[in-house]
């Protein structure tokens, strides 16, 4: 069925292409949320030269320190690493920014109260503010047992859905009949709670590396407990997701949707193993087809709508482009629907307004990116050099140059280093679940930007690595790898003692 489902949606996608100007080979088409000024040849050139990749990793590249490009911030040596704007912000810019923060921290309370712009909380939400998942702008975890909470963790729910309806999404599973597209495991007063996230952590592969070093891959065992509702319908599949880090986003928004289609090969035609496909999904707020570049399944084509559906579904707050006071509660669950809310007429009728919205999204889109760490060091120019050996490089692309934006001069024809192609993998069966998401498989991922990842101890306060929080360290993280980053996982394990330890110090000062 999903064959040809599949089919059928390629052409409804191939038709949305042509129709917005096809996407997928005209620089700056699809990309309303842009403000675009074309390149020039002569600019296109240089683009292409400075992306090659290097021919000799005996000294670092030109501007490699600098990975956020101008706007690249000092690195520090304690938990606000990453909560710095962007260097390149003007007085302006750095004053919208500190009040976007502010809302950003701002706890939620529930409706009504005399504080009007911050009262609507829930009904059920799994995070009273953005900062309680994005603590410090860093990373979130995964619960360190059957008996810790699940914040900064959430539980996406899907189903399959009938063919007719799976056109109209591109593919999207359907939400649960009763616990909607996320799990809510808090709620406000008189208002039951959907349940309690719960974990067991099992020991899994057992893998003895060159030189005697013993690894164990721990398996999580995810149940939803104490569910309020009933059961989950048959078919509902449960995909728990760690907060990502919050570094850099502006910059990946700018990025051409078409150099990055460019990277995908979704058949593998050059028999490299390797078959990223770029995630095209239909956008509620520009009613197009766009590139998805944001979530785990880049799902989201733009920050303000990944703004509008945190606040919508992890707080269950209202915005012009998710409307619904109710947040993610479904109809059957008719006290939670029915609760007060507070959606007021001085805020545009909604709980969050445009303007508080648009405040929230820019401090989301100009939080820097630290400089890189030891560029110089031997052990890490090796560590490169044995990234790009063991065909990392193919998915975690390390760099690309931003859009020539009029609007935005702070992301404007920037050369940045995310380590990351923003495409689909299949990961293979060890990071699967079951829960599609727009077109990507339940076994499918967007390659996840690695700028930063050194410095998740500093800021977060663990070292928990993937969607889920499963890796304890880099190497776990690693040897994870399945699917189409099999070979590269197999070529890391194949690496002596020092050759391992120089890749890890390479992805350690990113």
């Not at 995810?222 to 009933?230: F, I, N, Q, S, V």
């Not at 070979?487 to 002596?496: H, K, L």
Request: aromatic letters at 6%; a negative charge.
């Amino acid at each position: 069925m999903y064959e040809v489902i599949g089919s059928l949606c390629a052409i409804v996608l191939t038709l949305a292409l042509v129709a917005i100007g096809g996407v997928a080979t005209a620089q700056g088409t699809g990309e309303p949320h842009l403000t675009i000024l074309p390149r020039t040849p002569v600019e296109a050139a240089r683009v292409a030269k400075i992306r090659a990749a290097p021919t000799t990793f005996e000294t670092p590249e030109r501007f490699e320190a600098n990975q956020g490009g101008a706007g690249t911030v000092r690195r520090r040596n304690d938990a606000e690493a990453f909560s710095l704007p962007q260097q390149n912000l003007d007085f302006r810019q750095q004053g919208d920014f500190a009040v976007g923060n502010g809302l950003f921290d701002r706890p939620w309370v529930t409706a009504p109260a005399s504080t009007i712009a911050s009262d609507g909380l829930g009904p059920m939400f799994n995070a009273r503010s953005c900062q309680d998942c994005h603590v410090k702008d860093g990373r979130g975890h995964a619960p360190l047992d059957a008996d810790n909470g699940a914040l900064s963790l959430v539980v996406r729910l899907g189903r399959p859905v009938v063919p007719d309806e799976e056109l109209a999404r591109y593919l999207r599973s359907g939400p649960d009949p009763v616990y909607g597209h996320q799990f809510s495991d808090a709620s406000i007063a008189g208002v039951a709670a959907e349940g309690r996230v719960a974990v067991d952590w099992q020991d899994g592969e057992k893998i003895t590396l060159p030189g005697g070093e013993g690894v164990t891959l721990r398996r999580p065992e995810w149940t939803l407990t104490d569910l309020a509702y009933g059961d989950l319908a048959h078919g509902t599949a449960i995909s728990p997701r760690v907060a990502p880090q919050m570094i850099g986003l502006g910059l990946i928004e700018a990025i051409p949707a078409a150099d990055i289609i460019a990277g995908a090969d979704p058949d593998d035609a050059d028999g490299d193993g390797i078959s990223g496909r770029a995630h095209i999904i239909w956008s509620p707020e520009h009613d197009i087809a766009m590139l998805g570049r944001f979530g785990v399944r880049a799902t989201t084509p733009t920050l303000r709508q990944q703004a509008a559906d945190a606040f919508n579904t992890d707080i269950g707050i209202s915005s012009p482009l998710r409307p619904d006071a109710a947040g993610d509660c479904t109809d059957p669950q008719t006290i939670c629907r029915t609760a007060f809310d507070g959606n007021d007429v001085q805020q545009g009728g909604t709980e969050v307004s445009g303007e508080m919205l648009d405040l929230v999204t820019f401090y989301s889109r100009n939080l820097g990116v630290p400089r890189r760490a030891t560029v110089n060091d031997p052990s890490v120019l090796r560590g490169k050099a044995l990234f790009h050996a063991a065909r990392c490089s193919a998915c975690h692309t390390p760099k690309f140059v931003t859009h020539r934006l009029a609007d935005r001069p702070e992301h404007s024809f920037q050369l940045i280093w995310p380590y990351s192609d923003l495409l689909l993998h299949d990961m293979g069966a060890g990071l699967a679940d079951d829960l599609r998401a727009g077109q990507a498989t339940g076994a499918e991922w967007r390659t996840p930007p690695l700028w930063g990842i050194g410095l998740t101890q500093q800021v977060s306060g663990h070292r928990q690595f993937l969607h889920d929080g499963r890796a304890r360290s880099l190497t776990e993280a690693i040897l994870w790898h399945g699917g189409e980053g099999q070979a590269s996982r197999d070529a890391f394990a194949s690496f002596p003692p020092a050759d391992r330890a120089a890749l890890i110090a390479f992805l350690e000062s990113l």
